[in-house]
């Protein structure tokens, strides 16, 4: 039998707190990952840390509030800013967390 490497999958969403579609397959999707033998971790990029659907214990959840510019606060120019900045701090994060693959579910998390 071929011994095959653990992945470790990252999954980037916004927000898990919602009884809503997304929110639900994100959930299912890391629950389905561990239970093939995959390593899973979802990066949650808002203040909300509420889990509205059942995770499995072993599966890692962090949360980073990050918004990528993408608020009524502040100008374009502060935006900007923040775009990079916080770019910038998902890539150090994602360093750390050495995946082999990253699912994102927003535009701006694969940019």
Not at 12 to 38: H, Y
Not at 96 to 107: A, F, G
Request: some cysteine; glycine content about 4%.
């Amino acid at each position: 039998m071929m011994n095959i490497k653990q992945r470790h999958i990252v999954i980037l969403c916004s927000r898990l707190d919602q009884p809503a579609g997304t929110e639900r397959a994100i959930v299912n999707t890391a629950n389905l990952l561990f239970s093939k033998g995959d390593r899973a971790t979802i990066v949650v990029l808002d203040e909300t840390e509420k889990i509205f659907f059942p995770i499995n214990s072993s599966i890692s959840v962090c949360h980073y509030p990050l918004n990528f510019g993408i608020t009524e606060k502040g100008n374009m120019i502060s935006r900007k800013i923040d775009f990079f900045k916080h770019r910038k701090i998902l890539k150090e994060k994602l360093e750390d967390l050495s995946p082999t693959i990253v699912l994102t579910t927003e535009y701006h998390f694969t940019i």
